[in-house]
């Protein structure tokens, strides 16, 4: 079974910038694979920020970038603020219908 | 104003069967995909299926197929994820999402599903 991978966390200094990577086990994620991103807060519901390799969401900050790296997709934060702290899945499309997460980052702003 | 909004939160013992909801507005809810994600506690999203509701026509998660059922009542606007008989691992916050072409743009404010004896 394919498995999506992720940097379980990440650390970025307030102002800073950060790559997050979402890669697969066997294989490189293109830009069939539709990613996405999202980012979930603690007893909050998950909220889009990414779709289509490099579409915001509406109302996401332009800070806030998605694209391909070599062989994953990356989600990059441009001016960390600490609000940002979060963690961060990202989902892949598998086809026929199919999606799988990733098993998100843990985003801390020290 | 798109919103999917979820049915409250559940208690219920191991071997019960349970349906939960997620009823769209805003939009045309036959034209895009409803997915369901399960978030156990203190764990991470994980994608278990989702339904056209055009066509009722369902896939699954291999983790979660046999587990769950996904249907969807097109005449009210209405999805659901269904359990014969619960098992205590059932224990999770779970979603409702839907999905564009190219991933999930709207997402339901949760259901919580205790189970316990």
């Known amino acids: 079974q394919t498995v999506v991978t992720q940097e379980p966390s990440f650390s970025v200094s307030p102002g800073g910038t950060v790559t997050l990577t979402c890669g697969l086990s066997?294989?490189?994620?293109?830009?069939?694979?539709?990613p996405s991103w999202y980012q979930q807060t603690p007893g909050q519901a998950p909220r889009t920020l990414i779709y289509n390799i490099n579409t915001r969401s509406s109302g996401v900050p332009d800070r806030f970038s998605g694209s391909i790296l070599g062989n994953k997709a990356a989600l990059t934060i441009t001016g960390a603020q600490a609000d940002d702290e979060s963690n961060y899945y990202c989902?892949?499309?598998?086809?026929?219908?199919?999606?799988?997460f990733g098993g998100g980052t843990k985003l801390t702003v020290l | 104003e798109v919103q999917l909004v979820q049915s409250g939160a559940e208690v219920k013992k191991p071997g019960e069967s349970l349906k939960i909801s997620c009823k769209g507005s805003?939009?045309?809810?036959?034209?895009?995909?409803i997915g369901w994600v399960r978030q156990m506690p203190g764990k991470g999203l994980e994608w278990m299926g989702i339904i056209y509701p055009g066509d009722s026509d369902p896939r699954y998660s291999p983790s979660f197929q046999g587990q769950v059922t996904i249907s969807a009542d097109k005449s009210i606007s209405t999805a659901y994820l269904e359990w014969s008989s619960l098992k205590a691992s059932d224990t999770a916050m779970y979603y409702c999402?839907?999905?564009?072409?190219?991933?999930?743009?709207?997402w339901g404010q949760g259901t919580l599903v205790t189970v316990s004896s």
């Open positions: 066997s294989g490189s994620v293109s830009t069939s694979y539709y």
């Open positions: 999402a839907r999905r564009n072409t190219y991933g999930y743009d709207f």
């Open positions: 805003g939009y045309s809810f036959t034209n895009y995909w």
């Open positions: 989902v892949l499309y598998m086809g026929s219908g199919i999606s799988v």
